[in-house]
């Protein structure tokens, strides 16, 4: 099918399928072919990984099985290199590559630590993420180094990333892309580099979203009824370039700990949410599919956030 042609189609596809029958049938959906695959969701947060002691490898195979189960269409592959952010690295290079065959269904993105930025400066990180981006990367991430949110070395990195256009999903919490309660440290980013899209993920965050957080929050899963709106709130509404990726136990958690706070911050949010697992372990157990479905969202809101936000910014 022509490219223009194959969109429409695709586009028909899924409003016919959040019309109502396509949506919540996780159990019974039928894998088809591997290509062009029209499904529920865009998830934008998942993993490759390498072996490692008794866990089976999730490979890209492993990977793909998985999202034909679940109706993902596509899905965004983030590297790991900071030493703070998994026990082995997983590269850009082993992502780029392992990614390649599939691009129909698989998004990579590229990551660089920023302490490694001493070696080439801004200079030579735009050239190496330009580099990246010649081999399909096309967003930066899982951006999880064990500095402040506005390290100074953190902030040459969104200087680059903000010449190059690249998205970027942060991981924050006490030990990774520190920031205090209220998240200045996130806002002085926003600022800026207003046309760097930040999308915040993990404890740190996803704490946020209560206005009575606590620093110990941002490195746990609170469970305390929300009384009233966050840092989260308060950015997603006065930055543009601010996003929030609703994947892991966090994004869960965030979202279930009140379900009626979050089920109306999802819907005042919706132009700014992003669907997401953080799949990263074969057989790993996934909250969000249930969690959303269960939760009656309205049909527009569930086509943004299960995938039109992420096809705008991932392209
Ligand atoms: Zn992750």
């Not at 290079?93 to 599939?102: F, G, M, N, R, S």
């Not at 911050?265 to 057989?283: C, E, M, P, Q, S």
């Amino acid at each position: 099918m022509k490219d223009t042609r194959r969109r429409d189609f695709l586009k028909k596809m899924s409003s016919i399928a959040f019309m109502g029958f396509g949506v919540g049938f996780s159990g019974c959906y039928q894998p088809s072919s591997r290509r062009n695959m029209v499904g529920n969701y865009i998830d934008v947060h998942v993993h490759i990984g390498h072996e490692w002691m008794k866990d089976e490898h999730l490979t890209v195979k492993n990977l793909l099985d998985w999202m034909d189960v679940h109706s993902v269409e596509k899905s965004v592959v983030l590297p790991l290199v900071s030493p703070e952010s998994w026990f082995y690295p997983v590269s850009t290079d082993y992502v780029l590559k392992e990614t390649a065959p599939h691009r129909d269904r698989l998004i990579p993105c590229c990551s660089i630590d920023p302490r490694t930025l001493n070696l080439g400066g801004r200079e030579g990180t735009v050239l190496l993420l330009k580099e990246y981006i010649d081999k399909g990367a096309k967003g930066f991430g899982e951006h999880k180094p064990g500095v402040a949110m506005d390290d100074s070395r953190n902030m040459v990195l969104y200087e680059s990333l903000n010449e190059v256009g690249l998205p970027c999903l942060f991981h924050l919490d006490n030990s990774r892309n520190m920031d205090k309660v209220g998240l200045p440290g996130l806002e002085k980013v926003l600022k800026t580099y207003p046309d760097l899209v930040m999308i915040g993920h993990a404890n740190g965050w996803w704490a946020s979203i209560d206005g009575d957080a606590v620093q110990a929050d941002f490195q746990s899963y609170p469970d305390r009824e929300i009384n009233r709106q966050g840092a989260v709130d308060r950015l997603l509404a006065e930055y543009p370039n601010m996003y929030g990726d609703l994947s892991a136990g966090s994004g869960a958690n965030a979202i279930s700990r009140d379900l009626e706070f979050g089920r109306a911050f999802i819907i005042r949010n919706a132009d700014k949410l992003l669907f997401g697992t953080d799949y990263l372990k074969v057989g790993q157990k996934i909250p969000q599919f249930e969690l959303y479905e269960n939760m009656d969202l309205p049909a527009d809101v569930r086509a943004k956030v299960y995938k039109g936000n992420a096809e705008r910014l991932f392209g």
